[in-house]
T-cell receptor
Framework: GESVGLHLPTLSVQEGDNSIINCAYS??????FIWYKQESGKGPQFIID?????DKRQGQRVTVLLNKTVKHLSLQIAATQPGDSAVYFC????????????FGQGTRLTINP | DGGITQSPKYLFRKEGQNVTLSCEQN?????MYWYRQDPGQGLRLIYY???????QKGDIAEGYSVSREKKESFPLTVTSAQKNPTAFYLC?????????????????FGSGTRLTVV
């Protein structure tokens, strides 16, 4: 649903620490999930995706974990850097049938020096 | 390079004026989308189009209009009926679902247009 009137949750971590951003998705039928990163004044950019037949996928410094039992998605960022400061969105969809992406509320990550 | 281009980057609208935001993609994507983003908030869907000459309302379509005369283009008009148009507008495109040979089913986003009422 819409997030009108709601402000983004925030997470602050020290530079060099690992961060974990969580997302609860809404549709148990969703079978494809994506994490996006949005820097201030820019459009969201793809970080990593995962299909429902997997429970973990790793990229460069990022790992996505999927728990279908509780409809939970998380993004782990290792050894955070100042450039990781941004808003992170999760998104879900069902691949078949040209379904729209449904975006989560987003989390603002701040990296402290 | 393939991509999605939004213009202008900044736009100022006077009270009672209609303005049109441009969105062009050369990715050969079938589907295109318009989102609105207010400060400190998430993305809200305004309109989307999955094929040329067809489009559907999203969650907040009131005060907006779109057209999809060409596959590459999906302009958004913010009409005078939109009472609070100041926001960041994002356009996105995607290959329609069912393309089993493609792995990535997500969106490619433009860089956004910031609209301000003056």
């Amino acid at each position: 649903g819409e997030s009108v009137g709601l402000h983004l949750p925030t997470l602050s971590v020290q530079e060099g620490d690992n961060s974990i951003i969580n997302c609860a998705y809404s549709n148990s039928a969703s079978d494809y999930f994506i994490w996006y990163k949005q820097e201030s004044g820019k459009g969201p950019q793809f970080i990593i995706d995962i299909r429902s037949n997997m429970d973990k996928r790793q990229g460069q410094r990022v790992t996505v974990l999927l728990n279908k039992t509780v409809k939970h998605l998380s993004l782990q960022i290792a050894a955070t850097q100042p450039g990781d400061s941004a808003v992170y969105f999760c998104a879900e969809t069902k691949i078949q049938g040209a379904q729209k992406l449904v975006f989560g509320q987003g989390t603002r990550l701040t990296i402290n020096p | 390079d393939g991509g999605i281009t939004q213009s202008p980057k900044y736009l100022f609208r006077k009270e009672g004026q209609n303005v049109t935001l441009s969105c062009e993609q050369n990715l050969n994507h079938d589907a295109m989308y318009w989102y609105r983003q207010d400060p400190g908030q998430g993305l809200r869907l305004i309109y989307y189009s999955q094929i040329v000459n067809d489009f559907q309302k999203g969650d907040i379509a009131e005060g907006y209009s779109v057209s999809r005369e060409k596959k590459e283009s999906f302009p958004l008009t913010v009409t005078s009926a939109q009472k609070n148009p100041t926001a960041f507008y994002l356009c996105a495109s995607s290959a329609a679902g069912g393309r089993w040979l493609r792995f990535y089913y997500g969106y490619t986003f433009g860089s956004g247009t910031r609209l301000t009422v003056v």
